[in-house]
């Protein structure tokens, strides 16, 4: 099945760009300076010799960026995609993990206020009261942290200030839209500042199944932030704690190419079509997170700070996702479809729960020795503990009575985690306009899995003892092909060094060249079918990555133009894939492996432009170029050569326009402006062996008018996304030699208000 999608572009743009510029430069304003602290120090992000995306908290709220899905619209060289809150895959520049297992971490990871995030069940979370996201792309393990081998993004919360302020907010939509939020601010004390956020989102569903009359793709998320902040002579210290509560319907997959199964054809029997799903059984996702956190900041003198992050994570997830999107149409031994007889079929449900516990600690000594020459040193330390249990279950569904399970395969695994690490950057700016900046990491990964493997069909001791099988439940696809209870233990250690030439002739423009080696922690494969795969380690990846860069602020700082040219030699990539294999050719196994190498190089640029006082303009393009070498897969055909192929998420071209122009800004009246942005991805592969499983080109175009009052006390944002109602594969695998995908969301439009008091 091929999903085309319409090319037109932001009709309305060009007619922005046709209105009356008399005296433009005369009138317009300069582009503000935005200062981040990514290498520890403030510093403009005009001098921050790394490709970054850099967005302010009103460029957030703006975008409505809420979620790393609506971040990657934005940004050059980032992908993302889930098949549930549980399961989130972010790549950068074609760096990416998506094997989920507790042994497996993320090529590419999240900060929140210097906390790290990199367990892929967590990555992805509610963006809300945001200071900065800054998203970094390349290796950045010198200063980032573990497993940054992609990228990093990291995320500042808006403090807490001395400033008394309530602000609430509320959206309605179509859907059943409705999201509402509060934050609180203000003094405690004379050295105490407090801030309180609260968010809720929730809408009814972007698809629907039209067999069990229910709607998936629903949303129930409800986010909560407090913040204290003591301030006193040399002492800065923040406390935070967050809490978050996810809870989804099944995520709608359906049939996109037919397989063994059967599924397509009865996907269409049962009428399916656009945003429409056909499983006999239904799925959920739930997900539930706290944290804790205390960062402190301690100038010893006026050369040398102490900075102190500690920090404690939990999270509980479970998930259960309806794999084909329709019954499977093989009778026996799967049961049968009879909507005559009310038998709704059968269907595979893949049922995950995990708990995580994250402990870790990081010291940091910032250290002027002189004006030229500035070092920071570090430590880090992180204990991770991961409970996760996976089952493959066949049940079938009937009017009248539950859904019953027919067949029951379990994956149960336990891993630890510890790693250590030491690090050191040093700035030195050896001449009025050049600077030589070179780090190091050096880090020791070490994991501890206990994998259990329980076929329910299968007369062994250890199905009984596990006491994991239900009565009567027996095998049926044999992804868990045998039955075993063991544990496998392995270390890594590693150095990463970088090193960058910056030069900045004048304030209008800089200029730098950066060498930086990235480093990924192997581990152990999730939801192993043999014994031998269980105990076999992944081995690390590694990425050399070369960059040359250009940031500039022209025109009396009213274009802004950065752009950068890489390329990454990228070794030892660890992918997953689930497919027909030698130890199961009926339905198939989930396969982790290193491959050889790949070679990426692209460039990415991002452009603003205040025309004048009224439009401002920007724009961003990313190419991505990636060939795999080496690329060889067992499969039950044979070995497959997928060399030459191009990375997973992985599009060779990315865009995003956008404009705001101000409508009227009158003493009484308030301000009135058309906000508008385009954005656009090319296809994206998604398994290697069957290259018909892809993410769809995404094209797509969104409008807001908004109105803040004269006062800046109310606003106001009347808002459309999707104004195409584009819609198509929003990600996709493959069971037994067909493709299943998730719909994309359709258009949506609705009105947000918010009151500051």
């Given at each position: ?231 006193s002579g040399k002492q800065d210290w923040q406390l935070s704690l967050d809490h978050a509560n996810d809870d989804r319907a099944d995520m709608g ?200 493997s329980i076929n329910c069909g299968h007369d062994h001791p250890l199905v009984e003892a596990s006491g994991l099988c239900a009565v009567n439940s ?26 960058t030439l910056q030069y900045s002739p004048n304030a209008k423009w800089m200029t730098y060249a950066s060498a930086a080696k990235g480093f990924k ?237």
């Open positions: 099945m091929k999903i085309t999608h319409s090319k037109r572009a932001l009709h309305s743009l060009p007619l922005l760009l046709m209105l009356p510029m008399t005296n433009t430069w005369a009138q317009a304003p300069t582009i503000e300076e935005v200062l981040v602290t990514t290498q520890f120090r403030e510093e403009s992000s005009q001098r921050l010799a790394i490709s970054s995306r850099i967005l302010s908290g009103e460029t957030i709220e703006r975008l409505d960026i809420n979620s790393n899905a609506t971040l990657a619209h934005t940004t050059p060289g980032l992908s993302y995609a889930e098949f549930a809150a549980g399961q989130s895959y972010l790549a950068l520049r074609g760096i990416l993990s998506v094997d989920d297992g507790p042994g497996m971490d993320s090529s590419v990871v999240a900060f929140v206020d210097g906390v790290y995030i990199g367990r892929i069940s967590n990555i992805d979370f509610d963006l809300m009261d945001i200071e900065r996201i800054e998203v970094l792309r390349g290796p950045q393990g010198t200063l980032f942290g573990r497993n940054a081998i992609g990228g990093a993004i990291n995320i500042l919360t808006r403090p807490a200030t001395a400033d008394t302020a309530l602000t609430l907010r509320a959206t309605a939509g179509n859907y059943d839209t409705l999201r509402y939020g509060a934050t609180i601010n203000g003094a405690l004390s004379p050295t105490v500042n407090a801030r309180l956020s609260l968010n809720h989102r929730e809408h009814s569903g972007f698809t629907r199944n039209i067999l069990l009359n229910e709607d998936n793709q629903t949303e129930d998320k409800t986010s909560m932030r407090g913040l204290l902040n003591y301030q997959r359906f049939p996109v190419e037919e397989s063994g199964l059967g599924s397509r054809a009865q996907w269409l029997l049962l009428g399916g079509e656009e945003g429409k799903s056909t499983a006999p059984i239904s799925g959920f996702s739930k997900r539930s997170a706290y944290g804790i956190s205390l960062n402190g900041k301690t100038d010893i003198n006026s050369d040398n700070q102490l900075n102190t992050i500690v920090a404690w994570r939990q999270s509980d997830s479970d998930w259960a996702m309806a794999s084909t999107g329709a019954p499977i149409a093989i009778n026996p031994p799967f049961p049968a479809m009879d909507l005559a007889a009310g038998e709704f079929g059968s269907d595979i449900l893949d049922l995950i729960h995990e708990q995580v516990e994250q402990s870790s600690i990081e010291l940091r000594w910032l250290h002027t020795l002189n004006e030229q020459l500035h070092v920071t040193f570090g430590a880090f330390a992180l204990n991770e503990k991961t409970a996760r249990r996976e089952n493959f279950q066949l049940l079938r569904n009937s009017v009248g009575s539950p859904q019953t399970l027919v067949g029951d395969e379990i994956s149960q695994q336990h891993n630890t985690t510890k790693s250590i690490a030491f690090y050191s950057q040093a700035q030195w700016s050896f001449s009025e306009y050049w600077k030589l900046i070179a780090g190091a990491r050096w880090t020791r990964d070490s994991k501890t899995t206990q994998s259990t027996g095998a049926f696809l044999n992804i868990m092909s045998s039955v075993f209870q063991t544990q496998a233990q392995k270390s890594w250690t590693d150095t990463s060094p970088k090193f922690s192997g581990g152990f494969p999730g939801s192993p079918g043999s014994q031998q795969i269980a105990t076999t380690p992944v081995a690390p990846e590694e990425a050399w990555s070369y960059e040359l860069g250009l940031k500039s602020d022209l025109f009396e700082r009213r274009v802004r133009l950065n752009g950068s040219v890489f390329y990454t030699d990228y070794r030892d990539l660890q992918i997953v894939r689930f497919g027909p294999s030698p130890d199961n050719p009926g339905f198939g196994s989930f396969t982790t492996t290193n491959i050889g190498e790949a070679k990426i190089s692209g460039a990415e640029i991002e452009i603003q432009w205040l025309v004048n006082k009224s439009l401002d303009l920007s724009a961003s393009y990313g190419y991505l170029d990636s060939e795999i070498d080496d690329l060889l897969i067992e499969t039950i055909a044979g070995i497959v050569d997928a060399s030459g192929s191009q990375l997973r998420q992985a599009p060779r071209n990315k865009y995003h326009l956008s404009a705001e122009y101000t409508l009227l800004n009158h003493q009484q009246w308030g301000e009135y402006t058309l906000s508008l942005n385009h954005h656009h991805s090319d296809t994206q592969l998604n398994d290697y062996v069957n290259t018909d499983t892809r993410i769809d080109a995404l094209t797509q175009s969104n409008g807001a008018i908004n109105w803040t009052s004269s006062n800046q006390q109310w606003t106001a944002s009347l808002w459309l996304k999707n104004i195409e109602n584009e819609r198509g594969i929003a990600h996709s695998y493959t069971i037994a030699g067909g493709v299943y995908g998730v719909w994309s969301p359709p258009r949506t439009v609705g009105l947000s208000m918010s009151r500051e008091l």
